[in-house]
């Protein structure tokens, strides 16, 4: 894609778990390190589950923005791999979650981005897009992962935005209007790329954005919401913005 410097610049950002990184990847390496499941495991159906207990989790023990959110996404991260991996035959004392949820954030920290994403970033950039993220999570923690994507020379600090630093978790359409009022981005010249179809597909639509699904994962939908674009390779989205703003 050869996109020119544009005259009139859109807010773009992107979703950091599973749209930046393979998220399966890290998950992937901390069961089969910790549990020890076999061949047959079928991780990528455990990986799901696992995300789904995480959201589900989250926003019944408190999310950003609350007294206790520290402890709540301790709680979180061990409740989530004790519920996902028991409906797959592997029971998880409290003990033993806690080992597999810290062998997991382990992993997260040597992440690779996937092919074609960062030169798509700075391609963005380049030509003059508002390009940024906003993830949900412990501040710390996101930023750990950004860093070891080696993203800071592509994206400044201030377009960096995490939910436990902002006050607010994806889906609520609040952080997405809070990016809009830092960053001088209007909702409808807003695009958001993001896997998740419950915090950034119904998020991304409530606060008025372009939303485009990075369904690499070939999931299907959970709600009747309608994505405006949907892709699941970074061709294919390289592709797309071209047409759209390129």
Do not use: C
């Not at 696992?50 to 301790?74: F, I, K, N, P, W």
Request: hydrophobic letters at 40%; a negative charge; zero cysteines.
């Amino acid at each position: 894609m050869n996109m020119k410097r544009t005259t009139s610049p859109k807010g773009i950002f992107f979703d950091v778990d599973d749209t930046l990184y393979d998220h399966l990847a890290p998950f992937r390496e901390a069961v089969q390190e910790t549990a020890r499941p076999g061949e047959a495991f079928p991780y990528e159906a455990a990986y799901h589950r696992m995300r789904y207990y995480s959201d589900r989790l989250s926003v019944e023990l408190g999310g950003a923005g609350t007294a206790a959110y520290g402890e709540a996404v301790e709680e979180m991260r061990r409740r989530r791999f004790q519920l996902a991996l028991a409906e797959f035959g592997i029971p998880l004392s409290l003990e033993a979650a806690e080992v597999v949820q810290q062998t997991y954030l382990d992993r997260q920290y040597t992440i690779r981005m996937f092919a074609g994403a960062r030169e798509l970033l700075k391609k963005l950039a380049d030509a003059g897009h508002v390009v940024g993220l906003i993830t949900n999570g412990p501040a710390d923690h996101q930023m750990n992962k950004i860093a070891a994507m080696q993203l800071g020379d592509l994206i400044p600090p201030d377009r960096l935005f995490v939910s436990g630093a902002v006050g607010w978790d994806k889906p609520d359409p609040r952080i997405f209007r809070h990016v809009n009022q830092l960053t001088g981005t209007a909702p409808e010249s807003s695009y958001y790329i993001g896997d998740s179809w419950r915090n950034d597909v119904i998020g991304a639509l409530a606060a008025g954005w372009n939303i485009i699904w990075f369904n690499h994962r070939s999931v299907a939908p959970e709600s009747e919401h309608e994505p405006h674009h949907i892709v699941t390779s970074y061709g294919e989205l390289e592709r797309l913005l071209d047409e759209l703003i390129g």
